[in-house]
């Protein structure tokens, strides 16, 4: 067996790992010699050699037997390590690089990724639509034994997914220093990725993501339709949830829903637990805002907020957290610039841009929707034309709603219910209204449906 020989056969390999593997795993390793039936190669880190002993041996044994029968088995050596004579060890100024300790590595790529100081599991609001991601985020950061692999946490925008990954992993540096946590963004995982291609670095590249203890990544929907991204990344999750290491993602919408994600990366995202963070609710709202508060009085130890401002916030913007902390944060600015007290008044003044961006407008179905929903029946029998008293009422409703809280006509509303006439539907709006001062049922349903709608 020859080198030469070897330059053909890794011809043959490459036809059967394919080019991404090929340059990636067997590219890189040099035939050295072929003694007592033991083939020795250089690689030049210990990871890639244990790497391609795993996971390609087999392949290339069998290649080197068609040109060597006597070969038993293969052996990979980082050069330096070895010092062996001047055959093997390379001139000094084409020694491969040393070998970086994992740790060493790992902590290049954490200061690229800082963690904001104030995303905390402190200042985590906790309320009943992010119950479930709070408990698990907690469960993880405890760094005690992986399992579920990975946390997947999704949720639309602003609602926290950031700030509890964040969260993780300053418990996780705190608890447990001695692990290597590594958190970024997709788009930075992506960044790496191809700069290790380009500057021809992708052995560190590989040690790096695959030595960590814990992987988190960020807004992964930004890897979506980047197909080699994708594979890099499908191939370091599979390495780290062999190894049993810990890996937690954000997304903004469930694995199967992110469109272009190949899917054995969905499926893969699937396999541990899902959780997502749901709209917030009107009561979360308002202890993120009293949080908040407290938080500003370290600038503006002076300010006082009238009673009512928060709950006024809390219920108009339902948009998403970083609106409803920006609105805050402009609120103190203002009010500390012209020396006002935080009421109604100055709200209004300073906030009326955001106020008008933040009203939502509710639909016709969406109010027969959640009503049909809120008393247990079909939709098509609350428009329909059955008169039933238990399909009758919940119609009224609706049709009380649709006038209170959308701006369309009673002829259009009744239009929406079947093509009912507009006497009809004024009928049934007067009727609401009498029965919700007589019938406390009544006006606790139409309290509880208005809330739930204005979410
Ligand atoms: N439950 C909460 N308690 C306290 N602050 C919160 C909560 N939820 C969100 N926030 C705050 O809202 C802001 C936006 O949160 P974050 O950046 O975590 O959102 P995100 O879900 O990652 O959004 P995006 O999809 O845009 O990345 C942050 O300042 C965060 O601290």
Redesign the pocket.
């Known amino acids: 067996m020859t080198k030469e020989k070897w330059g053909q056969l890794r011809q043959r390999l490459l036809k059967t790992v394919g080019q991404n593997n090929y340059t990636n795993w067997i590219e890189p390793i040099e035939f050295r010699a072929a003694n007592d039936g033991i083939a020795t190669f250089d690689v030049p880190t210990t990871f890639l050699g244990n790497y391609v002993s795993q996971n390609y041996a087999d392949l290339i044994l069998h290649e080197l037997k068609t040109e060597d029968p006597s070969l038993q088995r293969l052996r990979f050596a980082v050069p330096a390590h070895v010092g062996a004579g001047a055959e093997a060890a390379p001139a000094a100024e084409q020694r491969p690089e040393a070998p970086r300790t994992s740790k060493q590595a790992a902590n290049n790529v954490l200061t690229t990724a800082p963690l904001?100081k104030?995303?905390t599991f402190d200042?985590?609001?906790?309320?009943k639509p992010?119950e479930l991601a709070?408990a698990a985020a907690r469960r993880v950061a405890e760094g005690g034994p992986v399992t579920f692999n990975p946390l997947f946490l999704y949720?639309?925008?602003?609602?926290?997914?950031?700030?509890?990954?964040?969260a993780i992993a300053h418990e996780l540096r705190e608890r447990r220093p001695e692990m290597n946590v590594l958190y970024l963004s997709a788009e930075q995982f992506m960044y790496r990725f191809v700069q290790a291609l380009r500057d021809r670095k992708m052995m560190d590249f590989k040690e790096i993501f695959r030595s960590v203890d814990v992987l988190m990544v960020?807004?992964v929907q930004f890897i979506a339709g980047k197909d080699s991204t994708q594979e890099e990344f499908f191939h370091t999750f599979n390495a780290l949830v062999d190894q049993n290491k810990q890996i937690i993602i954000?997304a903004?919408r469930a694995p199967g829903e992110i469109k272009d994600l190949e899917d054995r990366v969905k499926s893969r995202l699937q396999c541990g637990l899902v959780v997502d963070?749901h709209p917030?609710d009107y009561e979360?709202r308002l202890?993120?805002l009293q949080?908040?508060v407290e938080q500003q009085r370290v600038n503006y130890p002076d300010l006082e907020v009238e009673t009512g401002v928060l709950e006024f916030l809390a219920h108009r913007i339902s948009t998403?957290?970083?609106v409803?902390?920006g609105a805050l944060t402009r609120l103190f600015a203002f009010a500390s610039l012209v020396g006002r007290e935080i009421n109604m008044e100055l709200t209004q003044d300073c906030l009326s841009d955001v106020l008008r961006a933040s009203e939502r407008k509710i639909t016709v179905e969406e109010i027969q929707r959640k009503v049909s929903d809120h008393y247990n029946i079909r939709l098509s029998d609350m428009i329909g034309p059955k008169r039933l008293r238990s399909y009758a009422r919940p119609r009224q409703v609706a049709m009380y709603l649709c006038k209170k809280m959308t701006s369309r006509s009673l002829p259009e509303i009744g239009r929406r219910f079947g093509g009912r006439d507009h006497t009809t539907v004024m009928h049934g709006v007067k009727r609401i209204e009498e029965l919700k001062a007589q019938d406390g049922q009544i006006a606790e349903d139409l309290e509880l449906l208005r809330r739930a709608l204005e979410e």
């Open positions: 904001d104030r995303f200042t985590f609001v906790v309320g992010n709070h949720g639309g925008v602003g609602l926290g997914k950031t700030h509890l990954m964040h960020d807004d954000s903004d963070l917030t979360l202890g993120i949080s908040k998403n957290v970083r409803l902390e």
